[in-house]
Every structure is written in C-alpha cells, then in structure tokens.
C-alpha cells in the first residue's frame, strides 16, 4: 500500500522568506504526485501535480515542487512568501493503476507573518 | 469556486442517529469521489463512484453508504452515527475517474457534529 509523509505538521514563516514544504511517500508501484491546499474554512484547491516528464513543476502563484525518484521525495518550494500564501498543504499520491484514489498527507500548516 | 457544490454546509446531530450528505459534480464530470477529514484521521479516501456504480472503497464503514443517481448527484449516508464520527466530510468530482492522473475538483465540504 502507499503511504504519504509531511515532515513538518507546522511552518512559521516571515513574509518574502522562502519556504520548503516536505513530503515523501512510498509505494511499490509507479504514483502521480499532487499538493493541494486548503485555505481557512474551504475546500481543497490543486496546487500543482506531477505526471511525468520534466521532474520540476511549477504553479502559477510563485510555488514548485521538484519529483525526486531515487529519495521518493516531492518537496514544495517558494522563494519568498505572501501573507496569503497561510494555509494548509497537502501532498498527495495516486496510483498509476488507480482509478484516482487519492492518498494524503498528514497536511503542513503554513503561517506567515509579517 | 470548484463548481462542486456540497449541502448542507454544517450538520449537527446526536448519537445514534442517520444523516445524508448531498454533492452535485461539476458539470461534465461522471465520477464522484467521498473523502473524511479528521483531527486524528487526517484526509481519507471513503468511496468512488463513475457514472452510477461503485468504483473503488477505501476505508468506510459499514453504516457508511453512497450511490450515485442518474443525474450524477451523489449522497452518502451515515447511520448510527458516533461521536467519532464528527469530521468534515468532502466530495470531489473527476472527469472519468479512470485513471490517478485525472485532477479532482472539491467541493466546500460538509462540516459533521455529533454529540
């Protein structure tokens, strides 16, 4: 079975600092990668995701998150924070044989301050 | 907006009872999928549902059940209901739900209280 780890359930962070977000997983098979993050009292929006191809994707408000395969890691950047970027992140896997089952993460709680 | 819509938003309720929980998909999207979060749990899988029929279960209960209709609405019930069962409660909508590399749009999620 997969499984999915958030090294860190809390991020404190200054405003305009980077940040890294860790995540490993681990499975036997082959797995899609995804981060999703839910703002305070809504849902979960795709941040990004990884496929195949190039191992560094990109979102479209400043994140990336680069696939490593030999450290089974997908770990997401930023290289300087907003206030609105406080919320909670989710890394997830799903199987290349699945029918889209997700697997989370624990979840990180990023805080930003100013 | 996902164009996932949930209702209700919040549902207070007491032990012992049943409730169900409503998700319309996106417009298009054939399957549905049913997540819980909890504090201790975190974010599960419960069940996937592809234009009518179950499609993959995860870890749901037995006085946990779902169908999908014909308008591709689903519900879940939840029956019995325990204190443990208190958790927020998300649906999620996919274009075909046949592959993991299909994003999955969710909806605000139906938060769940029983005391």
């Known amino acids: 079975a997969q499984s999915v780890t958030q090294l860190d359930s809390q991020v404190p962070v200054f405003e305009e600092a980077p940040v890294e977000l860790r995540c490993n997983y681990s499975?036997?098979?082959?797995?899609?990668l995804f981060w999703y993050v839910q703002y305070p009292n809504q849902g979960l929006q795709l941040l990004l995701k990884?496929?195949?191809?190039?191992?560094l994707v990109e979102s479209i408000n400043g994140f990336e998150a680069e696939f490593n395969k030999s450290q089974t890691s997908f770990h997401l950047r930023k290289p300087s924070v907003h206030i609105s970027d406080t919320a909670e992140y989710f890394c997830?896997?799903?199987?290349?044989?699945?029918?889209?089952?997700?697997?989370f993460g624990q979840g990180t709680i990023l805080t930003v301050h100013p | 907006d996902s164009g996932v819509t949930q209702t209700p938003k919040h549902l207070i309720t007491a032990t012992g009872q049943r409730v169900t929980l409503r998700c319309s998909p996106r417009?298009?999207?054939?399957?549905v999928y049913w997540y819980q979060q909890s504090l201790d749990q975190g974010l599960q899988f419960l069940i996937q549902?592809?234009?009518?029929?179950?499609?993959a279960k995860g870890n749901i209960l037995e006085r946990f059940s779902a169908q999908q209709f014909p308008d591709l609405h689903s519900e879940l019930n939840l029956s019995s209901l325990e204190l443990g069962d208190s958790a927020l409660y998300f649906c999620?909508?996919?274009?075909?739900?046949?592959?993991?590399?299909?994003?999955?749009?969710f909806g605000p999620g139906t938060r769940l209280l029983v005391l």
């Open positions: 990884y496929l195949s191809g190039s191992t």
């Open positions: 499975s036997s098979v082959s797995v899609y």
């Open positions: 549902y592809y234009n009518g029929e179950e499609r």
């Open positions: 999620a909508s996919s274009a075909l739900g046949t592959s993991g590399l299909e994003t999955q749009y």
């Open positions: 997830a896997v799903s199987l290349y044989t699945s029918y889209g089952k997700l697997t």
């Open positions: 417009s298009g999207d054939l399957s």
